[in-house]
């Protein structure tokens, strides 16, 4: 399978995604599915000119991101995959996106959210989509960075 990350990062391409994620997994493609960003056409325009020159950026919403993941786990080209949110990807995994683990990145603080963990905030609906997402077999686990040893997402009394 060559979705070699799927990661949950309001943030989505930032200086850890360039830096180390894209290094580290050898990808030369992001595929970032949120359906907001695909309809702003500046906002697109700005991720794809935060990627590194040789690496192709494709910005879709859930139903074509779904249809496009579907197609690259196919094939052998290494693909990082990056969402907003948890039910997005939760969307993508009911629309048969084979999703193994999801790395929750970053999820900036707001409010009705609680935090996770050091940058990680949720609110309850969110961490209900986590717990979808765990009932189809999708591991999830907190990364922050490449060099972080991945944590289990928190147990229903913690989190």
Known sequence: MSLRLVRIDDRLIHGQVVTGWLRALGARRIV???DATARDEFLREVL???APQDV???VLDVAAGAARCLELAAGP????VLARSPRTV?????AGVPIDVVDLGGMGAGPDRQRIHKTISMSPAEVADVR???QLG???EIQIVVDDRPI??????EG
Do not use: C, K, W
């Not at 080209?77 to 990082?80: A, G």
């Not at 289990?152 to 009394?157: L, N, Q």
């Open 48 to 50: 794809t000119l935060a």
């Open 132 to 134: 979808q997402l765990e």
């Open 77 to 80: 080209e290494p693909v990082m």
């Open 90 to 94: 939760l969307a993508m995994r009911r």
């Open 138 to 140: 999708t591991r999830v």
């Open 152 to 157: 289990p997402f928190p147990s229903r009394g």
């Open 32 to 34: 970032i599915v949120d």
């Open 56 to 58: 192709a950026v494709e």
